[in-house]
Nanobody
Framework: QVQLVESGGGLVQPGGSLRLSCAASGGIFSINAMGWYRQAPGKEREMVAT???????NYADSVKGRFTISRDYAKNTVYMQMNSLRPDDTAVYYCTYRDSRYQSWGQGTQVTVSP
């Protein structure tokens, strides 16, 4: 099964920026999608941004214009640049990989936006 290793979370003040990274390894199909979901305390996990192997990108309305997802296809790595962060962006962010067989999840990285 595809394994995912995330990095880049942390504590940042409102209006600040963070960059998340996620490296995938092991049995990657050429046709796939990678991306980020998040889960805040007491809330359901929600999609933040996804990008397919063909370059199709999808964002949640709440992050459009502030977050940018990108991929390094040679490194099987997905990135998410998060700008203009707000307190309601505070959550555990999970990297995900999906192909025709299954969906894999990373261990999660905490992002906290607080003064």
């Amino acid at each position: 099964q595809v394994q995912l290793v995330e990095s880049g979370g942390g504590l940042v003040q409102p209006g600040g920026s963070l960059r998340l990274s996620c490296a995938a390894s092991g049995g990657i199909f050429s046709i796939n999608a990678m991306g980020w979901y998040r889960q805040a305390p007491g809330k359901e996990r929600e999609m933040v941004a996804t990008i397919t192997s063909g370059g199709i990108i999808n964002y949640a309305d709440s992050v459009k214009g502030r977050f940018t997802i990108s991929r390094d296809y040679a490194k099987n790595t997905v990135y998410m640049q998060m700008n203009s962060l707000r307190p309601d962006d505070t959550a555990v962010y999970y990297c995900t990989y999906r192909d025709s067989r299954y969906q894999s999840w990373g261990q999660g990285t905490q992002v906290t936006v607080s003064p």
